[in-house]
């Protein structure tokens, strides 16, 4: 069946699920929940003014309709809860009113206001809760809610479909795995918690065993594959080094040494390049472009973001302004006519290297003598894009960079089919980034702080989890952040707001007069976890810090403390204050990295999940890593057996002839 068969599903509605990944019934079915949430009732003697509630009660008015503006409703009613009365207003919900009836049950979600008597309601449930409630939270996207997802989920769980099983019968067996269809239901219907975790396990084992069975066939490739021997003259390099304007570390200089030894070798570098932020990978990148170029080969650095891709196109160009290395910029928003001359430069040769996003990989971009390939933070330059080289003819060397660094231990299996160089020290000049941990009632602390840093010239980073007020959990958002920065500072200091809302050209102008100082406190979420330099910000305020990993905490306060002067980081939390602890006594990566694998351990059940986990659905590397394990060992035996000699599990080995082309 297509996915536009389904009810109330039309061709605007199919644009916003594909946006989050989902292109037909499979997709849309494996599409789970990021979180659980148990829903019961608030005791009302436990709320204080301005919480957020969940009530049950009756109605007891006919609800009345305002039409405020075109786009703009308002619905209100008589709510009696245990014995007391509220009156219930909601926005935009004008097409509930049929269905609220006189002495009608239900369920209103939202924020109460004791002093007037009323419920600003975020959501209405047209029934009462039974005891307990316990329900799914996907992911969404802008103009698509949680209820209408899950009710396109709902539709095509009631068709009769079919999906492969990827987990070999004698493993099922051997663990007593759920049924993949049943624990797919029970994925998107948690109502029983016990049955849940074992649909948990069930799909979180099948993705981390697909996953180790392609880490094992690159593992069992490695150093097989010829690529380019280079022969370097080491003078040259030395004498780059030594022009610098910055001594390099010991780790910088070792990560370099290492570099050399595989651009050297007749083997296809596959490396990691770990790291802080700020600690210096990049020109460790720069060196090993160099070490390509003076052996007549090009490179191309790959961004995951245009405004990242800028940035270092402008840090390269300067530093080989005095030398004849032709350095070029190619990105998506670039007009048709200059990507033309770019394509017809690469063609030819004619540039040595080449920054840019993946519009570096796209259709019409043809290679002459592309040697290395270097991708910068998050995402992974995986097998699908080597293939996309491979059919230009290409085998370029591959070196990754990465600001999340992983413990030793872990780095070896998650990314065991590359080597793995780490930089630990610091440039010296940097002074360690000093974090507190503040709870909401200190914010008149906070405020004053950020404000002593503004009055010095300088810059602040205030980050908020979400995007505007969501009605399942209690967090400072964007919007209402914009709004009291601007009633604290905005008549003084310029206060502008980034989020994933916005489009491509949006974001960069707000990061571009960010980094002019046009802009003194940007409010963001996330997205600046992997932004511009601007090493005029010396502080970053995280609300809502509980809701974050140690590891991403770590990552958003790198944004500052990148020159001499000294930077702080605020978390403001009023929860999990031990395990923020961590982030007061250590601005080293690995050690809060290690201590993040720690704490967070095989993971609670209903705990946010990190998005962007290596595209995992169900599964987390670090709480899930004692499965992955036994995915590991389960899978390098199968590669081993009878089951794949014999081709007994077809899709399995159609996997393993994909992956050992496509790298």
Known sequence: MNILDLPKLGPKTYELLKKLGI????????????????????????VSNGDKVIFGGIIESTPQVFYIKK????????????????????????????????GKEITVFGKIDFLHNQITASDIWLHPLEKEETIGIYHTTYGLSNKQLKSFIDSALELDFNIVDYIPSYLSEKYKFLNKKEAIYLLHHPNNIKLLKQALLRAKYEELFIYMLKMNVLKQNKNKKTGIKREIDESKILAFINNL??????????AISDIKDDLTSPYIMNRLLQGDVGS?????????????YLSGYSSALMAPTEILARQHYDNIKDLFKD????????????KKSEKTRIYKLLEDGSIDIIVGTHALISEGVNYKNLGLVITDEQHRFGVRQRSMLKDKGIEPDVLYMSATPIPRTYALTIYGDMDVSSIKTMPSGRLPVIT??????????????????LKKGHQVYVVAPSIEDSEDTVMENVEELEKNFNKAFGKVFKVSALHGKMNDSEKETIMNDFKDNKIQVLISTTVIEVGVDVKNATMMVIFDANRFGLSQLHQLRGRVGRNSEQSYCILISDY?????NVLTKTNDGFKVSEEDFKLRGSGDLFGSRQSGDLLFKVANIKQDFNILLKAKEDSNEFLTS???????????????????YLN
């Open 71 to 102: 786009s703009l409703n308002r619905l209100t009613f008589n709510f009696n809860s245990n014995g007391r009365l509220f009156k219930v207003v909601i926005f935009n919900r004008a097409f509930l009113k049929s269905n609220l009836k006189l």
């Open 642 to 660: 009878d089951y794949f000699k014999n081709n007994t599990y077809p899709e399995l080995n159609k996997i393993v002839k994909d992956i050992s």
């Open 323 to 334: 030398t004849d290395i032709k350095v070029e910029l190619l990105v998506g928003s670039m």
């Open 280 to 292: 210096g990978k990049t020109i460790v990148s720069i060196i090993s472009m160099y070490m390509n």
């Open 576 to 580: 999990e204050i031990e395990r923020l």
């Open 245 to 254: 304007p910055f001594k390099l570390t010991s780790d910088q200089l070792k």
């Open 23 to 46: 292109n037909d019934i499979d997709d849309l079915i494996t599409y789970y929940p990021f979180r659980y949430e148990i829903i019961k009732y608030s005791n009302i003697s436990e």
């Open 436 to 453: 507190t941990i503040k709870k909401k009632k200190e914010m008149k602390e906070v405020l004053t702080s950020v404000y002593e840093e």
